[in-house]
């Protein structure tokens, strides 16, 4: 039989991320045993329910001991809390990686918490949905979807490896960076979009000439796309920008620089400039289009996602 890449992995925290990286472990028989532990009781029954892991562990303890991978799965602001509380009881030699989705200050502030018999190596996969919870997971999440591993000093290369390999198992592809490259692209591919998508629901949420009504009828002409965005998780996204504070502010910055331009053009009428700037992002659109990133289908293809995330939920039940 094939030796398979680890023993036991341990998952924190059963919510969106989870739940599907435990879903799809098992798919894929990456390790002999999964077990998985998360804070609330509703959850962990959800977890038993649904069949995500072979054991659910009643307490952060039970869920590390004896395992040779433990994966981090939880808000960032909770890392140092769950790392003191399992550091004692980790088997020498293993590996905890995460997929927190800021990681220059997440780094620093806990990577002097493990033993030196402990590889923490950081990594952040680039797929998730707007839902979150247990009840969101699906296990094809990370196929031909990014992933990106941002090793410490101390990791050894072997260790690297295989959370690269154990990437490449679920679908994803993987990609090597430093955690201060990592932050600045998520800055302005993910981390401002989520901040601009908040702010103009929330402003549209303020305007008093406009009724709510209005708002709700009338949404399918743009404002939609920002709704779906700004109902992410508010736990989640308010650890982000805590953590990737001095990135997502440069790229405020450059987008407020970028928007008086754009003012200014629409106030002096200046429709040479107006047509040159969405002329380039159709060519971006374009760009994400042949890369897979996303398809040309009406709706943003989006219709054809839910009713294939739907699909998968319906054959879970
Ligand atoms: P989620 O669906 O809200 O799940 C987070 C889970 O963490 C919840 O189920 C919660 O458990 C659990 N949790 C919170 N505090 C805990 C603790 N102290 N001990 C044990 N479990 C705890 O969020 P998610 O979308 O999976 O995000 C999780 C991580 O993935 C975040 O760090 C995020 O940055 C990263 N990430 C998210 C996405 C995305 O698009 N969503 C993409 C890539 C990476 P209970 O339900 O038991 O309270």
Redesign the pocket.
């Known amino acids: 039989m094939k030796k398979k890449l680890f023993n036991q992995i341990s998952v924190?925290?059963?919510?969106?991320?989870?739940?599907?990286f435990s879903l799809a472990i098992k798919k894929n028989k990456i390790a002999n045993k999964v077990v998985g532990?998360?804070?609330?009781?509703?959850?962990?029954k959800?977890a038993k329910k649904l069949n995500l892991v072979d054991t659910v562990a009643n307490s952060?303890v039970k869920s590390v001991k004896g395992s040779d991978l433990i994966i981090?799965?939880?808000?960032?602001s909770?890392?140092p809390?769950?790392i003191n509380e399992m550091t004692p009881h980790l088997e020498k030699n293993s590996i905890v990686t995460?997929?927190?989705?800021?990681k220059l200050t997440t780094i620093n502030e806990v990577s002097g918490l493990f033993s030196k018999f402990i590889q923490f190596i950081p990594a952040?996969?680039?797929?998730?949905?707007?839902?979150?919870?247990?009840y969101?997971?699906f296990p094809e999440l990370f196929i031909d979807r990014w992933c990106i591993l941002t090793p410490l000093k101390n990791n050894k290369p072997s260790s690297v490896n295989k959370i690269k390999t154990l990437w490449k198992s679920l679908g994803s592809k993987v990609e090597i960076m430093s955690p201060e490259r990592h932050d600045r692209v998520m800055a302005i591919t993910s981390h401002l979009p989520h901040l601009i998508a908040y702010n103009i629901v929330s402003t549209a949420a303020d305007l008093e000439t406009v009724t709510k009504q209005e708002i709700i009828k009338y949404s399918a002409s743009g404002f939609r796309d920002f709704t779906r965005i700004a109902s992410?998780?508010p736990?989640?996204?308010r650890?982000?920008f805590l953590k990737n504070k001095d990135a997502v502010l440069e790229m405020i910055g450059r987008f407020s620089e970028d928007l008086s331009a754009l003012q200014k053009a629409v106030r002096w009428e200046d429709s040479k400039t107006l047509h040159k700037i969405f002329s380039r992002t159709r060519k971006v659109r374009e760009k994400i289009i042949s890369a897979g990133q996303d398809t040309d289908a009406v709706d943003f293809g989006r219709s054809n996602t839910r009713k294939k995330i739907s699909k998968i939920k319906n054959r879970k039940k």
Do not use: F, N
């Open positions: 924190i925290g059963l919510g969106l991320i989870g739940s599907s532990y998360s804070r609330s009781s509703s959850t962990r959800a952060l981090i799965c939880t808000p960032l909770t890392y809390k769950i995460d997929v927190g989705s800021a952040h996969p680039i797929a998730g949905t707007e839902q979150s919870g247990p969101a997971g992410s998780d736990v989640m996204w650890d982000i």
